[in-house]
């Protein structure tokens, strides 16, 4: 998959979790244990993303 193209598909998925994390957040009763996996989850693909993006910038 080019560069370009996986660094999509990671937005596209962060922007999922972005959601996911905003639902959840709103419900009566949050699953703690649940919005921090996904907070997890969005913070490893924002890495990755950087870390791409840095890749293509040398």
Do not use: C, F, Q
Not at 28 to 51: Q, V, Y
């Amino acid at each position: 998959m080019p560069l370009d193209a996986r660094i999509a598909s990671l937005e596209e998925r962060h922007a999922t979790l972005e959601r996911r994390i905003v639902e959840e957040d709103r419900r009566p009763r949050p699953d703690d244990l649940e919005l921090a996996r996904l907070k997890r989850e969005k913070l490893r693909l924002k890495e990755e993303m950087e870390r791409l993006r840095s890749a293509t910038r040398h």
